[in-house]
T-cell receptor, first 112, second 113 residues
Framework: QKEVEQDPGPLSVPEGAIVSLNCTYS??????FMWYRQYSRKGPELLMY????GNKEDGRFTAQVDKSSKYISLFIRDSQPSDSATYLC????????????FGTGTKLQVIP | DGGITQSPKYLFRKEGQNVTLSCEQN?????MYWYRQDPGQGLRLIYY???????QKGDIAEGYSVSREKKESFPLTVTSAQKNPTAFYLC????????????FGPGTRLLVL
């Protein structure tokens, strides 16, 4: 079993839809949770960073962490064609150098 | 503009050849990382360095080597011992006390001739 599981998709939604992207994990030591957006043939770009449980909102993006269920989500409101990309979840236990473990990514396509 | 640059964008390797991928950052970050990305797999850590003149192996270091002679630079050499080098290579860096938030370069795609 992988430490971090992420559905690879692809996920196709119409423009304006609310998108929900999810990851599950098995390591209860993870405390830091990140979401990256990666356009085709480009490097990942940090979108959201959350410590421990709870919600964090930034514009159209909301990151949600449920440590009791070992489940994290990224919601995108009013999705745009420019949101079409692969979304990677990442997580770390923190504390000095701790390895960051990445999900395999979910490919999202927003159709105009 | 602060950021991470990688060169070249595309690199072709002949069998038995060593090739070096460049990574430079002007973010004044102390830690730097090399990852390999293959289709359907998450990013896998090759090497990382927290300070100049020091680096550690990641999960898949075999067939790779690195150096860290300057804070700004962290080149990766793919040696002939790496039998399956075709992949997308990503360099990243992070600031002190913020190891979890890594910033990535644009990547280098390595192809074998």
């Amino acid at each position: 079993q992988k430490e971090v599981e992420q559905d690879p998709g692809p996920l196709s939604v119409p423009e304006g839809a609310i998108v929900s992207l999810n990851c599950t994990y098995s390591n209860s030591a993870f405390q830091y949770f990140m979401w990256y957006r990666q356009y085709s043939r480009k490097g990942p770009e940090l979108l959201m960073y959350t410590y421990s449980s709870g919600n964090k909102e930034d514009g159209r993006f909301t990151a949600q962490v449920d440590k009791s269920s070992k489940y994290i989500s990224l919601f995108i409101r009013d999705s745009q064609p420019s949101d079409s990309a692969t979304y990677l979840c990442a997580m770390s236990a923190g504390g000095g150098y701790q390895k960051v473990t990445f999900g395999t990514g979910t490919k999202l396509q927003v159709i105009p | 503009d602060g950021g991470i640059t990688q060169s070249p964008k595309y690199l072709f390797r002949k069998e038995g050849q060593n090739v070096t991928l460049s990574c430079e950052q002007n973010l004044n970050h102390d830690a730097m990382y090399w990852y390999r990305q293959d289709p359907g797999q998450g990013l896998r850590l090759i090497y990382y360095s927290q300070i100049v003149n020091d680096f550690q192996k990641g999960d898949i270091a075999e067939g790779y080597s690195v150096s860290r002679e300057k804070k700004e630079s962290f080149p990766l050499t793919v040696t002939s011992a790496q039998k399956n080098p075709t992949a997308f290579y990503l360099c990243a860096s992070s600031a002190p006390g913020q190891r979890e938030t890594q910033y990535f370069g644009p990547g280098t795609r390595l192809l074998v001739l």
